[in-house]
């Protein structure tokens, strides 16, 4: 008898053409620059990678609303969604800043990073929107992958699990006697929530089928996150 993935970790969206294995590529060769940069620091890489995070979906946006002003087509609600993806990346990082203060070195890395991937992804979703979204998809099974080791971290308790912030709290909604760890768990439901979206709209993009069907049991990792 076959299991189904488990749907908020279990999803990985096989590469079908040279585009989509670009993008994994792309998106593993950050990774391992992540790795090297922050290896088990999981609060300060979520910090750092956050304020990454939150610029395909307002790049997405901004490039999608001045395709439907040229062409005069309807966005079908692309729009929304990508802006709200932003605002929701925005938030995580909001939430971050309160249980993680950066180093000065990783502010410094935050705004050269900020400038070089701005640009880099925005030619990027200027050439292929198609590439583009499949990266975001990338990232984000990435991300899923790097909040499930911050929770095994908090759960065999090599860090400590404070309360929730409140700006999280009022955020999800979450009890009073929220913690850390329930943060984790609706931080990573939202990053497995952009990954569907993502690449849903990068197979659309390539008039390809929905994608339950495309979908595998994410592969085996490494102890670095
Ligand atoms: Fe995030
Ligand atoms: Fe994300």
Not at 96 to 111: A, D, G, H, K, Q
Request: with cysteine; hydrophobic share 40%.
């Amino acid at each position: 008898m076959t299991r189904s993935p488990n749907p908020v970790t279990g999803v990985h969206y096989k590469p079908r053409d040279l585009s989509d294995r670009f993008a994994l590529g792309f998106t593993k060769v950050l990774r391992g620059f992540a790795d090297l940069c922050f290896a088990k620091r999981y609060g300060h890489r979520a910090v750092v990678l956050e304020t990454v995070a939150a610029v395909p979906g307002m790049v997405g946006a901004t490039l999608t609303h001045l395709r439907c002003l040229r062409s005069m087509v309807p966005d079908h609600g692309w729009i929304r969604t990508l802006m709200e993806e932003a605002e929701n990346e925005r938030m995580h990082l909001m939430t971050f800043i309160e249980v993680t203060t950066p180093t000065l070195f990783e502010r410094m890395l935050i705004m050269v990073v900020q400038w070089l991937f701005y640009a880099g992804f925005f030619l990027i979703y200027l050439t292929s929107s198609k590439t583009a979204h499949r990266i975001v998809g990338y990232f984000e099974e990435e991300a899923v992958v790097s909040y499930t080791h911050y929770l095994a971290e908090i759960d065999e308790g090599r860090v400590p699990n404070p309360p929730a912030p409140r700006i999280a709290r009022e955020y999800w909604e979450l009890p009073v006697d929220a913690t850390l760890r329930d943060v984790v768990l609706v931080v990573r439901a939202d990053e497995a929530h952009h990954r569907d979206v993502n690449h849903e709209f990068a197979s659309i993009r390539a008039g390809l089928p929905s994608n339950p069907d495309q979908t595998a049991p994410y592969p085996a990792h490494g102890t670095t996150a």
